[in-house]
């Protein structure tokens, strides 16, 4: 069975810390995603990556790094935690080319106090 | 810029019910869409792909339709059971994922 993992389910982190949130996958996927949800908001990406070293801002990229140094690690990365990045987190991946559907990991709820 | 609705925000229907959930995007140059369900607190999980050229797709009591030229998608549950309760999202598929608010499911027993 094909899958995203994240490390984490929940994280607690303090504002100002670096955070360091990872996803996997096993599907030799070229693209990946990060997303985040929040009520109201729904999805919205962050950033993406269609290969290893490459990285694309999403919509709401302010306050968020990528890196990608291997095809299936993902990694998301807040420089400064702020309490206005609690959320939940979801990463995704999918084939190279349009025609492909999307599997997401099962995400990783963070909050900043 | 694409944006995805979908309607009705939230339904509860008694169990046994067969129901429709309704997606629509405003921009019909859309490479595929995918319906998806999230349960609280979880991650999402895949139900059906429609690809761009298809007009609909089945799995089990799940039938999805797309019809790009009206910038429509619908989901219908047969039969819908208990463990159907869940958000369900609408994807439209450009060079990423772009969603609905979802529709949140409740099937009462």
């Known amino acids: 069975d094909v899958k995203v993992t994240q490390s984490s389910r929940y994280l607690v982190k303090r504002t100002g810390e670096k955070v360091f949130l990872e996803c996997v996958q096993d599907m030799d996927h070229e693209n990946m995603f990060w997303y985040r949800q929040d009520p109201g908001l729904g999805l919205r990406l962050i950033y993406f990556?269609?290969?290893?070293?490459?990285?694309e801002k999403g919509d709401i990229p302010e306050g968020y790094s990528v890196s990608r140094e291997k095809k299936e690690r993902f990694s998301l990365i807040l420089e400064s935690a702020s309490t206005n990045q609690t959320s939940m987190y979801l990463c995704a991946s999918s084939l190279v080319g349009t025609g492909e559907s999307f599997t997401f990991g099962s995400g990783t709820r963070l909050t900043v106090v | 810029k694409q944006e995805v609705t979908q309607i009705p925000a939230a339904l509860s229907v008694p169990e046994g019910e067969n129901l429709v959930l309704n997606c629509s995007f405003t921009?019909?140059?859309?490479?595929?869409l995918q319906w998806f369900r999230q349960d609280p607190g979880k991650g999402l999980t895949s139900l059906l792909l429609i690809q761009s050229s298809q007009r609909e797709q089945t799995s089990g009591r799940l039938n999805a339709s797309l019809d790009k030229s009206s910038g429509r998608s619908t989901l219908y549950i047969a039969a819908s059971q208990p463990g159907d309760s869940a958000t369900y999202l609408c994807?439209?598929?450009?060079?990423?994922?772009?969603f609905g608010a979802g529709t949140i499911l409740r099937v009462k027993s």
């Open positions: 990556s269609y290969d290893v070293k490459m990285k």
């Open positions: 994807a439209v598929i450009v060079d990423k994922l772009v």
């Open positions: 921009d019909s140059a859309i490479y595929n």
